[in-house]
């Protein structure tokens, strides 16, 4: 099993930069990807960024240019920079990961609990 943590988010005025971390532990063979979705009140959860074991890199288009993933597959973290913050950036961002148990056997997705970002002035 992999169990998630996240920590970072917060409160933060306009244009201000957070930054968001995951770490995944426990028994497995890897972990191919990592990332964030993010869910605002009202809304759907909408995909963030991800970042994959060989380095690419993926990410919304609401995000691009603003915030920036990365990873350490030794350490099995990813961090998210979060820069030139805005409102509409106010949600509940979730560490989203797919992992796999053992080599052959198809992957598996877990999130981590949820931390909260709020952007206000």
């Known amino acids: 099993q992999v169990h998630l943590v996240e920590s970072g988010g917060g409160l933060v005025q306009p244009g201000g930069s957070l930054r968001l971390s995951c770490a995944a532990s426990?028994?497995?063979?890897?972990?191919?990807?990592m990332g964030w979705y993010r869910q605002a009140p009202g809304k759907q959860r909408e995909f963030v960024t991800m970042a994959r074991y060989n380095g690419s890199v993926y990410y919304g288009d609401s995000v691009k240019g603003r915030f920036t993933i990365s990873r350490d597959n030794a350490e099995n973290t990813a961090v998210l920079q979060m820069n030139n913050l805005k409102v509409e950036d106010t949600a509940v961002y979730y560490c989203n990961v797919e992992w796999i148990r053992y080599r052959g056997e198809w992957p598996v997705t877990a999130w981590g609990q949820g931390i909260q970002v709020t952007v206000a002035a």
């Open positions: 426990g028994s497995f063979f890897r972990i191919n990807t």
